[in-house]
């Protein structure tokens, strides 16, 4: 069946270091990729998405391409901010599987 | 605009009881999701409504577990009996569109349920 994978937390960095969150995953067919993320006492929310192949999402300053030679969703940003820290999710389509999230901190 | 709610946000029930949680969707929006997320996990998906009907109850761990959306919008979770490994945070979630396009799904606060 689909699964999703992602690296496990938590991830603590620094104002303005890089961040990268790997995804990987397993389905049959091409399904659609997304990242959510959740903030501290609020709800899940849409992040990017990507549809196809080499199709990039972005948002916020988050992109993450959609890789089908290696099933991989890699979440990055140039510069995380404090109020980047949350906890975020990879996911794809059809019935919506998601990975275990990672838990970012970002300190001042 | 109102986003998807959720209620009660908080449910303590003993093992054995019966509880109903309900959610409410955006108005308009066609698609239904059910997640179950345990601690430290992603959401788990139970159950899927197309307006009222459940086209996908393959993620109900159990035939304790029942959901409805008799009219196309509000939708219930039903578990009966309540069991300690029932304890969760369980999530509604709706989309604009149907199933097989790929869209956002939009998700409320959830509900915590707690099983003494």
């Known amino acids: 069946g689909n699964s999703v994978t992602q690296m496990e937390g938590p991830v603590t960095l620094s104002e303005e270091a890089f961040l990268t969150i790997n995804c990987t995953y397993t389905?049959?067919?091409?399904?659609?990729l997304f990242w959510y993320v959740q903030y501290p006492g609020e709800g899940l929310q849409l992040l990017l998405k990507?549809?196809?192949?080499?199709d990039k999402g972005s948002n916020k300053g988050f992109e993450a391409t959609y890789r089908k030679e290696t099933t991989s969703f890699h979440l990055e940003k140039g510069s995380v901010q404090v109020s980047d820290s949350a906890v975020y999710f990879c996911?794809?389509?059809?019935?919506?599987?998601f990975g275990d999230g990672t838990t970012l901190t970002v300190k001042p | 605009g109102a986003g998807v709610s959720q209620s009660p946000r908080y449910k303590v029930a003993k093992r054995g009881q019966d509880v109903a949680l309900r959610c409410d969707p955006i108005?308009?929006?066609?698609?239904l999701f059910w997640y179950q997320q345990a601690l430290g996990q992603g959401p788990e998906f139970l159950t899927y409504?197309?307006?009222?009907?459940?086209?996908?109850k393959s993620g109900l761990p159990s035939d304790r577990f029942f959901a409805e959306r008799p009219e196309g919008s509000v939708s219930t979770l039903k578990i009966q009996r309540t069991q300690q490994e029932d304890s969760a945070v369980y999530l509604c979630?709706?989309?604009?569109?149907?199933?097989?396009?790929?869209?956002?799904?939009?998700f409320g606060p959830g509900t915590r349920l707690t099983v003494l």
């Open positions: 979630a709706s989309s604009l569109a149907t199933s097989g396009v790929p869209n956002e799904q939009f």
């Open positions: 996911a794809l389509s059809d019935r919506s599987t």
């Open positions: 990507a549809t196809k192949a080499d």
């Open positions: 389905a049959t067919g091409y399904p659609s």
């Open positions: 108005s308009g929006h066609v698609s």
């Open positions: 409504f197309q307006n009222e009907a459940q086209l996908d």
